[in-house]
């Protein structure tokens, strides 16, 4: 594989596991940036990066591992200073908004933009939490547009999959919004709204794996969070809405006391979990 100059905007728990899997697994040279300078240089020391980014210099690919706003922001300030070679890919959590920001400044004659989230994560966050292993056998989702050029995406499939990624998802951003809403956002929701309880600090000696299972994700960053939901709030709230519906079902069957209704619905539960397993 050719070496390829690579930066990583973001030394968080995304980035910075990106760039300690890039300059580990692959030649390819890494310069990283980081508003914390103090990160910059404890992702130098560790080998994440091999240079801190001056704000300059031509790259063959630029990752954004910022949170929405911060990575349309730098989208705006800098997309258009990088090569027509270059290849820009954002590691946002929502993509609606972050593609719509980027199909108005990658025009033609400049870089090609691709959107992009890893499908992996930790219950912590900042470079602290970083692992070169956080990719391994993950989902990496591509948002192209329509006219993104094949090759493009032949490079990045190569690239993503040589740091750990077990496969290569696309999506349009929409149908991606929509099932993250459900398979990650919905879940956060679910979990901190279920562990505010007014029992929650009388738990110990009165659980098992499901409560730690329904709990994990509320041990959560408030601040990326609310922007991912806020972001993706149509999506979202449309998957709220889905729930509550079921809850209610639920909560109408066990009220009445109507147990050939409550064993439908557990019966119509678990065939769903028993067809995506």
């Known amino acids: 594989m050719k070496q390829k100059k690579v930066l990583v905007a973001g030394l968080g728990l995304i980035g910075g596991s990106m760039a ?32 801190a980014w001056e704000k300059d210099g031509d790259f063959d690919l630029v990752l954004i591992a910022l949170y929405p706003s911060a990575a349309i922001s730098f989208l705006e300030n800098f ?66 547009f329509d006219d993104t050029p094949k ?6 499939e190569e690239f993503f999959l040589s740091v750990g990624f077990g496969r290569i998802t696309y999506a349009t951003p929409y149908h991606h919004d929509e099932m993250i809403a459900y398979t990650s956002q919905l879940a956060h929701v679910v979990s901190a709204a279920y562990v505010c309880s007014p029992l929650a600090l009388e738990t110990p000696g009165f659980s098992a794996g499901s409560f730690k299972d329904m709990t994990r994700v509320a041990r959560l960053n408030e601040h990326m969070w609310t922007e991912l939901f806020l972001h993706n709030r149509e999506c979202l709230i449309s998957q709220m809405d889905h729930l509550i519906d079921n809850l209610v079902a639920l909560r109408k069957a066990i009220a009445q006391g109507d147990r050939l209704k409550l064993e439908e619905l557990l019966a119509e539960s678990r065939k769903t979990k028993e067809a995506i397993l």
């Not at 040279?29 to 980081?34: E, S």
């Not at 954002?90 to 499908?119: E, N, W, Y």
């Open 20 to 51: 300690a899997a890039i300059s580990e697994k692959t030649p390819h040279l890494v310069y990283g940036y980081d508003i914390d300078t103090e990160t910059q240089q404890k992702a130098l020391a560790d080998g994440a990066i091999a240079q």
């Open 79 to 144: 997309g258009p200073s990088f090569a027509s070679s270059c290849v820009v890919v954002d590691l946002c959590g929502v993509k609606q908004s972050v593609c719509q920001a980027a199909r108005k400044i990658f025009t033609k004659g400049r870089a090609t933009f691709v959107g992009g989230h890893p499908m992996a994560g930790r219950e912590v966050w900042g470079y602290a939490g970083a692992s070169v292993k956080l990719f391994e056998k993950a989902s990496m989702i591509l948002t192209p």
């Open 151 to 156: 090759e493009t995406l032949a490079l990045l």
